[in-house]
């Protein structure tokens, strides 16, 4: 899923992987397998569906000694093609996370792209500063993500 004209940062890495598209999706999609490869998320529990748009799920992160529970609702599910979903839900469009796939000859190429078009109450009482180093943060995090994705992927 692109992130809309509004958003007010857009970040995004990514990388070609040595499987095909449904694989690829099947492992970004296991919101339980997050802690596999991300340097914060640790993983999830559908909370209302298994993985379909509209389905919640809470997401669970680590962050040094900070922990942390979000509800997150799903904006896209087209396996294969794209896995967004939203913290906080649709209604109040604040933090998107997006794993997309695209076929390269016998490949994938995946990217996962994050982007905020309104600031969470935790965003808006962050100092300029402190905004910077989390979206500093989370460029780095989606790289290893991705790699995380990768070596997951082609290690069968």
């Known amino acids: 899923m692109q992130a809309p ?4 940062v857009v ?5 070609e992987i040595d499987a095909a598209p449904d694989e690829v999706y099947d492992l970004v ?4 397998r997050m802690g596999e490869w991300s340097s914060e998320a640790t ?3 559908w909370t209302k569906g298994h993985g379909k748009v509209g389905d919640w799920f809470d997401g669970t992160n680590k962050a040094g ?8 609702e799903v904006a896209a599910a087209d396996r294969g093609r794209d896995f967004t979903f939203v913290v ?12 997309e ?4 000859g016998e490949g994938t190429t995946l990217t996962e792209r994050w982007w905020i078009v309104n600031k969470s109450p935790a965003m808006l009482e962050a100092t300029a500063e402190q905004f910077a180093g989390r979206i500093e943060l989370t460029e780095t995090m989606l790289a290893s993500t991705v790699a995380g ?3 997951a992927a082609e290690s069968g």
């Open 88 to 99: 906080g839900g649709i209604e109040h469009n604040r933090t998107w996370w997006s794993f």
């Open 29 to 32: 999609s296991d919101i339980s």
């Open 65 to 72: 000694d900070r922990e942390w529970t979000r509800e997150c």
């Open 11 to 15: 970040r995004e890495a990514s990388i």
């Open 5 to 8: 004209d509004d958003a007010i």
């Open 43 to 45: 993983g999830g529990a």
């Open 149 to 151: 994705v990768k070596a």
């Open 101 to 104: 796939m695209s076929p390269t």
